[in-house]
């Protein structure tokens, strides 16, 4: 399974961007598609997840309200519809599925990160 992510760039503070990133390959079923972000010298932190068959959607503290994550299980992709952006969202931003493969073995993938840079 590869993952491609698109969305990031420069915005200013209170702007908003949408992120997507697609899974590509072989596998049984995706059941969580999330996003996670990392600042400079700041670890790796969830962003939001969106579990499969109506587990729900989960988000950090400092984005709720603000951020929003869906999937859609017919394209493969997995979105973040990112408002009312502040600076402290600056970071590069990762997607992440978990999958079922082809023999039913469960795996984790990471996506290459996409850069959102919040600043006027």
């Known amino acids: 399974v590869q993952l491609q992510a698109f969305g990031g760039g420069l915005v200013q503070p209170e702007g908003f961007l949408r992120l997507s990133c697609v899974a590509s390959g072989t596998f049984l079923s995706i059941y969580v598609m999330a996003w996670y972000r990392q600042a400079p010298g700041k670890q790796r932190e969830l962003v939001a997840r969106a579990d499969n068959g109506g587990g729900g959607t989960d988000y950090a503290d400092s984005v709720k309200d603000r951020f929003t994550i869906s999937r859609d299980n017919a394209k493969s992709t997995v979105y973040l519809q990112m408002n009312s952006l502040k600076p402290e969202d600056t970071a590069a931003y990762y997607c992440?599925?978990?999958?079922?493969?082809?023999?039913?073995?469960?795996?984790?993938?990471w996506g290459q990160g996409t850069q959102v840079t919040v600043s006027s």
């Open positions: 992440y599925v978990r999958y079922i493969g082809e023999a039913g073995i469960q795996y984790g993938r």
